[in-house]
């Protein structure tokens, strides 16, 4: 039997009906962030907006200054590519000469415009031009085609003219002779910075290597690119702070190491003989080289002859130093120069005869076989027995 809803009869009710009903205002604007956050995020935006800006600006003017430097372009020089370049040598050694100022933003530069086909040649550039206009010459035929000469190590400026003379046929011997002043008739047409003002002659500042040589080249212009690698073997060796580490002036180190490219026989021989000179200019003692004797004089004279001879150069009648280097010395010439050998220690054989105190110093040396060796001695007695040995040996 039903019961009538109408009776009141909790169990015919709905049960959600019984629940109390809330009633909750939601704002539109409430599920949007506050108007102080969005400004803070805007202003957030604007910070980093303005580094970005800031840093690019900074990076766009760094890079403008690298692909143009500032201030008119150097005077034009000439720049070598060799048969065995890329464009990454060509670069970094463009940069190292000062024709630019980056060679990773001209390689980048270079990317950007198409590349570079590197050809070997001589070209003409100026220093610090803007690298388009050193791409462009670049991208042009070299200015003539190459000859390629040798100068070996210790040649001397008559022997360099006279290879140049040889080999590239627009050059002259006696063109090459007088703008390198060895003739005596002008200055040097060129000057290296470690060549003092009194000095005329490029004698010993002119680097021995190979050269490319155009066939519109001059005489000048060959013995400039000499004389910058000079330059730049003598700053990569330390050179410039002669001074400090041995205390004599870049140019007198020359001479030195002119002396010991001319002496020296065998790699092993050229810091012992370099510290036998300063020994010897440390003691005032005449040098008493044989190479010195030698220069600009006829070598079939002679050795008693050519010691009667008063040159300057006679380093048998006069001490100190010659009075410019006597060749064109090697990289591991100047080296020696610049770093000569320890003096012998207390227990070296040579020093036993030394029984006076005073110190056992390297101060004589001669040639003792046929391969060029020398054999080196603190005492004149010592001297005098290697130089019997070597002429019974033949080598004298």
Same mark, same amino acid.
């Given at each position: 039997?039903?019961?009538?809803?109408?009776?009141?009869?909790?169990?015919?009710?709905?049960?959600?009906?019984?629940?109390?009903?809330?009633?909750?205002?939601?704002?539109?604007?409430?599920?949007?962030?506050?108007?102080?956050?969005?400004?803070?995020?805007?202003?957030?935006?604007?910070?980093?907006?303005?580094?970005?800006?800031?840093?690019?600006?900074?990076?766009?003017?760094?890079?403008?200054?690298?692909?143009?430097?500032?201030?008119?372009?150097?005077?034009?020089?000439?720049?070598?590519?060799? &048969?065995?370049?890329? $464009?990454?040598?060509?670069?970094? *050694? %463009?940069?190292?000469?000062?024709?630019? /100022?980056?060679? !990773?933003? =001209?390689?980048?530069?270079?990317?950007?415009?198409?590349?570079?086909?590197?050809?070997?040649?001589?070209?003409?550039?100026?220093?610090?031009?803007?690298?388009?206009?050193?791409?462009?010459?670049?991208?042009?035929?070299?200015?003539?085609?190459?000859?390629?000469?040798?100068?070996? &190590?210790?040649?001397? $400026?008559?022997?360099?003219?006279? *290879? %140049?003379?040889?080999?590239?046929?627009? /050059?002259?011997? !006696?063109? =090459?002779?007088?703008?390198?002043?060895?003739?005596?008739?002008?200055?040097?047409?060129?000057?290296?910075?470690?060549?003092?003002?009194?000095?005329?002659?490029?004698?010993?500042?002119?680097?021995?290597?190979?050269?490319?040589?155009?066939?519109?080249?001059?005489?000048?212009?060959?013995?400039?690119?000499? $004389?910058?690698?000079?330059?730049?073997?003598?700053?990569?060796?330390?050179?410039?702070?002669?001074?400090?580490?041995?205390?004599?002036?870049?140019?007198?180190?020359?001479?030195?190491?002119?002396?010991?490219?001319?002496?020296?026989?065998?790699?092993?021989?050229?810091?012992?003989?370099?510290?036998?000179?300063?020994?010897?200019?440390?003691?005032?003692?005449?040098?008493?080289?044989?190479?010195?004797?030698?220069?600009?004089?006829?070598?079939?004279?002679?050795?008693?002859?050519?010691?009667?001879?008063?040159?300057?150069?006679?380093?048998?009648?006069?001490?100190?130093?010659?009075?410019?280097?006597?060749?064109?010395?090697?990289?591991?010439?100047?080296?020696?120069?610049?770093?000569?050998?320890?003096?012998?220690?207390?227990?070296?054989?040579?020093?036993?005869?030394?029984?006076?105190?005073?110190?056992?110093?390297?101060?004589?040396?001669?040639?003792?076989?046929?391969?060029?060796?020398?054999?080196?001695?603190?005492?004149?007695?010592?001297?005098?027995?290697?130089?019997?040995?070597?002429?019974?040996?033949?080598?004298?």
């Amino acid at each position: 039997m039903s019961r009538d809803s109408s009776t009141g009869d909790e169990s015919t009710q709905d049960p959600y009906q019984v629940l109390p009903k809330i009633h909750v205002a939601v704002s539109p604007l409430s599920r949007f962030p506050s108007r102080k956050i969005l400004n803070r995020i805007a202003l957030g935006l604007v910070a980093i907006l303005a580094i970005v800006a800031v840093v690019y600006g900074g990076y766009q003017f760094w890079y403008l200054r690298q692909v143009n430097p500032p201030g008119d372009p150097g005077a034009a020089e000439i720049f070598t590519v060799t &048969e065995t370049d890329d $464009l990454v040598s060509v670069s970094k *050694r %463009l940069e190292q000469e000062g024709f630019i /100022v980056n060679d !990773s933003v =001209f390689r980048s530069y270079v990317s950007s415009k198409g590349g570079l086909v590197v050809a070997a040649g001589f070209y003409t550039l100026k220093p610090h031009d803007h690298v388009g206009n050193i791409l462009r010459v670049l991208r042009t035929p070299p200015n003539e085609t190459l000859t390629k000469v040798t100068f070996p &190590e210790g040649f001397t $400026l008559q022997q360099m003219a006279q *290879r %140049l003379g040889e080999v590239v046929k627009s /050059v002259k011997e !006696s063109d =090459f002779l007088a703008k390198t002043g060895d003739t005596l008739a002008e200055i040097s047409a060129v000057r290296s910075v470690y060549q003092p003002d009194a000095v005329t002659s490029l004698e010993g500042l002119l680097f021995p290597d190979t050269y490319l040589i155009s066939g519109d080249e001059t005489a000048t212009q060959v013995a400039q690119q000499m $004389l910058k690698l000079m330059e730049r073997v003598g700053r990569q060796e330390g050179l410039d702070d002669s001074m400090n580490t041995v205390g004599l002036s870049p140019y007198e180190v020359l001479t030195i190491a002119s002396i010991i490219e001319r002496e020296a026989k065998v790699p092993e021989d050229r810091a012992k003989i370099s510290r036998v000179i300063y020994n010897r200019l440390t003691l005032g003692m005449p040098l008493e080289v044989d190479a010195t004797l030698l220069y600009k004089q006829n070598p079939d004279l002679p050795f008693v002859e050519l010691k009667a001879i008063d040159s300057p150069y006679n380093s048998y009648l006069h001490t100190g130093l010659p009075p410019t280097p006597i060749a064109n010395p090697g990289r591991a010439a100047i080296n020696a120069a610049l770093n000569p050998a320890p003096n012998p220690s207390a227990g070296d054989p040579i020093c036993r005869e030394i029984t006076d105190g005073s110190p056992c110093l390297y101060i004589y040396y001669v040639l003792s076989d046929k391969d060029g060796h020398h054999v080196f001695a603190a005492t004149l007695a010592q001297h005098q027995a290697n130089v019997q040995a070597a002429i019974i040996a033949g080598v004298l």
